[in-house]
């Protein structure tokens, strides 16, 4: 398949003679005639370079460079400014928006496809980075509450630890809620800054190992990246495309990525919960969270997320030993589906965890506590096993 080239020129001879001699060279041509209309072509073409031209109405070629590198999507593509602005401000300018390469007009033919070629050649060593189709992505698991305070974060770190036990599988965990980690303070991580760092990274030109590398391993040898703690980091939540990416390199580590994706159906729930296989939902046995909670399910469904109800696992933190508290049988029957486990009060194991910074099923490996969650692990390794059998 030829390489794919991007031309953005509002002049219509500099489009048809530039796009006819790179046509001529073997390339696909597609051509934009101002920066708006080249932004999303990009997105719709993903090219292998872009050629950009500077001098363009309304939006000029710096703020289209600026753009292509702020969205994932178009980060890592090439680009080569065009253009007849020589000055050496001009050129600085250009690469400091974003650019490659910078050529003025009037250029050879000769030249100008000698840049192409290295431009193209530089782009595809950053793409053998990328994940081969042949490589099996991880089983995620999302977990979830309609509310906050329920003990989602808990939850995601007890299954992870639980399927880390059930196969000696590398198992990886994302708190994904910048502005309000827990698990750096829990598990005395050091580093709290590193989810922030790799959602301004351009991830494609990271390799899988590098990626990994940046990643805190545990002592139980759960792999890590943790939520940031500073409150301002929260406004990260609003870069959805920077997310979807993360997660979808992140599940080419291990065997099983669980997500931490806090409460709520947000924005940023909505745009990763697709990519779940299967859903641990956190619910509360009192009568406004399960409430609460059937709302939820009913608008999960509205919303069309490809998650089944075999693919949805109802499970009930009870933190306290209180009369207030529905039976079982009740919030079923509130949900419509069966609750998968309910995971007791434990407040001296919760303790001892906290202070020995360990997930609770390592406290004591023999504990109810330990039993449940690890009926949450065997509810997805058999999910799993049916998913793959299907295929």
Known sequence: MPDKILIIDDDVDTLKLVGLMLQKQGYQIVAANNGQDGLARALEEIPDVILLDVMMPEMDGYEVARRLRADPRTASIPILMF????????????????????????????????????????????????????????????????????????????????????????????????????????????????????????????????????????????????????????GLVQLLTAFENLVKRLSYIGRYLVLDLGAGLTPLAQKLLPLCKALMFVIEPVKNSVLHSRIFLKELNELGIPLSDSDIFPVIVSRARSDTNLPLQQVEQELGRPVLVTVTPAPELVYMASRMRMPLSRVDPKSLTAQQFAKMASAVIALERKKSEKK
């Open 83 to 234: 253009t007849a602005k020589s000055q050496l401000d001009d050129k600085v300018q250009g690469f400091e928006a974003g650019a490659d390469d910078y050529l003025t007009k009037p250029t050879h033919p000769a030249e100008l496809l000698a840049h192409v070629k290295a431009l193209l050649a530089r782009f595809k060593k950053t793409k053998e980075t990328a994940p081969l189709a042949s490589q099996k992505s991880a089983f995620t698991v999302g977990v979830i509450a309609a509310r906050g305070g329920l003990g989602v974060t808990t939850v995601a770190l007890n299954l992870a630890e639980a399927l880390r036990q059930a196969g000696d599988q590398e198992v990886l965990i994302a708190e994904l809620r910048p502005g309000m980690g827990t698990l750096a303070f829990d598990l005395g991580i050091p580093d709290t800054d590193t989810l922030k760092t790799l959602l301004q990274t351009n991830l494609n030109a990271l390799s899988h190992q590098e990626l990994k590398q940046k990643l805190f391993v545990h002592e139980t040898g759960l792999q890590i990246l943790c939520g940031t703690v500073q409150p301002r980091d929260a």
